[in-house]
């Protein structure tokens, strides 16, 4: 066999070959070398503080100098033109859309006025706008809304926070949902501000501290996108001692004897859920297989060398290829289609279990006028109290199910089976009073048409609110204590 120096004696060109291949060789390395450098070197300018943040600092334009990236993603909430089959954050009047839920929530300001929650930026905003705000309300109504919380419970106390009122804290509250809520300032990483979600740990033996980096990237949203209640002197509590399930959430509360206000109609001690996201998601299959909110919500993206998540919280039907496909291989239209599949099942259910619950609580009201006695009353009530509390455990939850379509479709149907062994037990006692029955239904085809059924005067609730959105307001968005 010839050496490679006879070859290259022989046949000069494959010298140059040689050569050739050689500074190929050579500059690619080069390239991938100097790529290297280069996103290192983005990496570095990318955790460089331009200045320091101060600890409880509300302003996100401030995180933003230091954090650009995600403070421009996290602008994009301002938009809120995207609209899925089943809401996105297009503004929505939930009581025009479904005109019963204004029977549902008699004697409770959610009758006043209910829309569909727009982006974090609008937190503050929406809050001043909604008509349920011009009734008595404690400052612990804020405790979600904004980052000046954590920089009030650090100056109060989480105790003296909840403690004032509702208009008492209002000129302290500027800044929309952002930065502080999740973040350290110093170091970035994730951190509990509200302390309602540690105490519920430690009562059921869990210090959150332990918490790994992917159970914090769910459980940042779960200071606020949780079912809670007001305790002794209005102290936010999560109640969970019993469990996250609509039942067990159900039974510490009938066990404790908490309501939150009695229906003005059937006067049932009745219970209203928050936005329980994070029990909901706990049952569903993405928490089994450890994919946290941030996964879906805050998918991951890229600049040059830089991975960073992405803060423009949507729908992530808005941005599937980011979302769903990282690990789902279908294409988008089938995830698309697979998802409001399963959102269409549960919204079925849902207009059943709300059709059913407007007509039992007129039903009791009838009841009631012809002379039925509490102890008739008291298993009607119960069961009423419990069909509308496991519909609202589905209803108040975003994404219309979709956290976990197999339980939620379960839920609400242990809600419609209640509703219906309420109406089947009033039948009995219209009986024995000589109701006629079935009861006749008012017209409840608008939103206009229920309010006036149940007495609202809208005139005047707005004509106060716009008084004091003019008297008022100015004075809170002047004043500025930080």
Known sequence: MKSIRNLSTEKPWINWVLFFATVAVVFLIGLFAASIVERR????????MVSPIPEWEPDNAVWGDNFPRQYQSYLKTLDTTYESKY????????LEKYPELVVMWAGYAFSRDYNQGRGHYYSVTDVHNTLRTGVDQPATCWTCKSTDVPRM????????????????MGPNIQHPIGCQDCHDPETMNLRITRPALAEAFKRQGADIANATRQEMR???????HVEYYFGDENYLVFPWDEGFSAEEMERY????GHYDWIHALSRTPMLKAQHPDYELYKTGIHAQRGVSCADCHMPYMREGGIKFTDHHLVSPLAKVEKSCMVCHRQSEETLI???VDQQRRVSELRRVAEKNLARVHIEAKH?????ASEDEMAPVLELIRHAQWRWDWVAAANAMGFHSPSEALRVLATSI??????????????????????IEMPDLSTKEKAQEYIGLDMEQIRKEKAEWKEQVLPQWLSASNH
């Open 153 to 168: 419970m650090n100056q109060l106390g989480p105790a003296g926070f909840y403690s004032q009122t509702w208009a008492e």
């Open 87 to 94: 809401y996105g954050s297009v503004m929505i009047d939930y």
């Open 337 to 339: 289609a697979n998802v």
């Open 41 to 48: 070197s983005e990496a570095q300018l990318y955790f460089q």
């Open 417 to 438: 089976q209640k509703s219906q062994e309420a109406s089947l037990k009033l039948t009995s006692v219209f009986r024995a009073y000589d109701v006629p029955y079935p």
């Open 367 to 371: 009841a009631w006028d012809a002379g």
């Open 218 to 224: 769910s459980l940042v949203c779960a200071q606020c």
């Open 253 to 256: 509360k009938d066990n404790i």
